[in-house]
């Protein structure tokens, strides 16, 4: 059974600090790293992806990417309140079908 | 921006009644997958859909589901005779081909009485 593990949270950071957002996969096949945020009752909502190892950044984001460890990382830099929510890791293998994990609720506060 | 529709935005229906959830995927995006999420649990992959066919699909998505693009515009989920444990949001997602980045639509919360 191929997973995705993330700690479920929640994580608190005071606004203007770092979070960050761990998880780990199963396959070692996997080839594609996604993290979604989803605020509560929404859909999931592209923050970053990532494909081969190191680092990507995209504004206060960035994702990290370690496949010898199979590990992906997320983070936020600046935290703002806006940012609480849930953020998903989603991987893919060779099939064209995303892995989610359960997801780290994320909560700033002021 | 382009964005993923769908109809729907919440279903009520009576166990063993069909229900069919709608999607208008992104226009020029050719990849098309339905996923789940029952409250307080994972997204779920159901079933992905490419040149008129299903590519893949996942152990949850039996014979009581089915899925359509009846015309050049909408993928359809179907499912034939409702259960209490199908209830929970249904989402719709697409993809353009080349790039495996997959966008979902704001979901259609089914709730089976």
């Known amino acids: 059974q191929k997973e995705v593990e993330q700690n479920s949270g929640p994580l608190s950071v005071p606004e203007g600090a770092i979070a960050s957002l761990n998880c780990t996969y199963s396959d070692r096949g996997s080839q594609s790293f996604f993290w979604y945020r989803q605020y509560s009752g929404k859909s999931p909502e592209l923050i970053m992806f990532?494909?081969?190892?190191g680092d990507k950044e995209d504004g206060r984001f960035t994702a990290q990417l370690n496949k010898a460890s199979q590990y992906v990382s997320l983070l936020i830099r600046d935290s703002q309140p806006s940012d609480s929510a849930t953020y998903l890791c989603?991987?893919?293998?060779?099939?064209?079908?995303?892995?989610f994990g359960t997801g780290t609720r994320l909560q700033v506060f002021p | 921006e382009p964005e993923v529709t769908q109809t729907p935005s919440h279903q009520v229906t009576q166990m063993g009644q069909e229900v069919i959830l709608r999607c208008v995927p992104i226009?020029?995006?050719?990849?098309f997958y339905w996923y789940r999420q029952i409250l307080g649990q994972k997204v779920e992959f159901l079933v992905s859909?490419?040149?008129?066919?299903?590519?893949?699909k996942s152990e949850i998505f039996d014979d009581q589901f089915s899925v359509e693009r009846p015309d050049g515009s909408n993928f359809t989920l179907k499912i034939r005779s409702t259960k209490l444990e199908d209830s929970a949001m249904y989402f719709c997602?697409?993809?353009?081909?080349?790039?495996?980045?997959?966008?979902f639509g704001a979901g259609t919360r089914l709730s089976v009485l």
């Open positions: 226009s020029n995006h050719l990849y």
């Open positions: 990532i494909y081969s190892n």
């Open positions: 859909f490419y040149n008129n066919e299903i590519s893949e």
């Open positions: 997602a697409s993809a353009r081909a080349g790039v495996n980045i997959q966008y």
């Open positions: 989603a991987v893919k293998g060779n099939t064209d079908k995303l892995i």
